[in-house]
């Protein structure tokens, strides 16, 4: 099994509509985030978070929002989809502490018409 | 000016060809760097971390110049299977606020 689990793995939804994608790991790291990734752009942050009580905006959270439901959990909303938030998401998680890397997810494609 | 800047290329370059990357950060007290690889969208994978004193690991080496601010990978003996896009990861001001740059993509042709 994958030691960090995103799901949906693709997901096509409508303008307008609201939308959950949920990451959990199984790894006991205390941070997790969550990226998009547009043709070109790289990985951006949205969202970040170190533990249940603490979250963090990242580059580019406008029209997103996050939840933290336990330590191994951290799910991602789009409260109102839009066509320009059609992109690749990944969650990723690290034990924190210099040096320690980040961990992904496989992806979520999400494609919003 | 972005956090974390990379050239885009693509560097197209033949096997056995030793190629560098560098990868920009605007934060002088950013503490933490990697460099991962990502193939055809799929999920990054870490090539590996980069120290203070710089390191190697096999056919790719990395270094820091905290100077001028930047990261560098080399990989030397280019094969095929090094064709990926490069991504550079940077902590942002040490609270573990991790940015990536936009990647580099490098082709190895026969």
């Known amino acids: 099994d994958a030691d960090v689990t995103q799901t949906p793995r693709n997901r096509i939804t409508k303008t307008g509509k609201r939308i959950m994608l949920e990451c959990s790991q199984t790894?006991?790291?205390?941070?997790m985030y969550w990226y998009r990734q547009d043709p070109g752009l790289g990985l951006r942050l949205i969202y970040y978070?170190?533990?249940?009580?603490?979250?963090n905006k990242g580059e580019i959270s406008d029209g997103y929002s996050v939840s933290r439901q336990a330590q191994a959990k951290f799910s991602l909303s789009l409260e109102s989809a839009i066509p320009n938030q059609t992109a690749l998401y990944f969650c990723?998680?690290?034990?924190?502490?210099?040096?320690?890397?980040?961990?992904f997810g496989n992806g979520t494609r999400l494609t919003v018409t | 000016r972005k956090e974390v800047e990379q050239d885009p290329g693509p560097f197209n370059v033949p096997e056995g060809a030793t190629v560098a990357f560098n990868c920009t950060y605007s934060?002088?007290?950013?503490?933490?760097f990697f460099w991962y690889r990502q193939d055809c969208r799929k999920e990054p994978k870490l090539l590996m971390s980069?120290?203070?004193s710089g390191n190697e690991d096999g056919r790719f080496t990395a270094q820091l110049n905290r100077a001028s601010q930047y990261i560098s990978l080399l990989i030397r003996d280019s094969k095929l299977s090094d064709s990926a896009t490069y991504l550079c990861?940077?902590?942002?001001?040490?609270?573990?606020?991790?940015?990536f740059g936009s990647g580099t993509r490098l082709l190895v042709r026969p």
């Open positions: 990723a998680t690290s034990a924190g502490g210099l040096e320690s890397p980040l961990h």
């Open positions: 790894k006991g790291h205390d941070r």
């Open positions: 978070s170190f533990d249940v009580k603490d979250i």
């Open positions: 934060n002088s007290a950013s503490q933490s």
């Open positions: 980069v120290y203070s």
């Open positions: 990861v940077v902590d942002m001001d040490s609270s573990y606020k991790l940015i």
